[in-house]
């Protein structure tokens, strides 16, 4: 399952949703702002607070809108 850690008023965390449904990626989204334990999560996996953080696996993820890694990610 693919996971996209967000915050509300994000333009990255957007375009990263909008990547993964144009490419078909069914994902889930997690506001870091309103749920304590998806911020602890994300932290956990990225070790910062930035979004967006995208993952699949829990270890390996992209920080950012990064189309390259993100494919890279999604075909691993």
Not at 39 to 50: A, F, H, N, Q, V
Not at 51 to 69: E, H, Q, R, S, Y
Request: glycine share 6%; net charge negative; charged share 30%.
């Amino acid at each position: 399952m693919v996971k996209v850690y967000t915050i509300t008023s994000c333009p990255w965390c957007d375009k990263v949703k909008k990547y993964l449904q144009s490419k078909g990626v069914e994902f889930e989204a997690h506001n870091i702002e309103t749920n304590e334990d998806d911020y602890k999560e994300c932290l956990r996996i990225s070790g910062d607070e930035m979004v967006p953080v995208t993952t699949i696996d829990g270890k390996n993820f992209v920080l950012g809108f990064d189309k390259a890694k993100l494919d890279e990610l999604l075909s691993a």
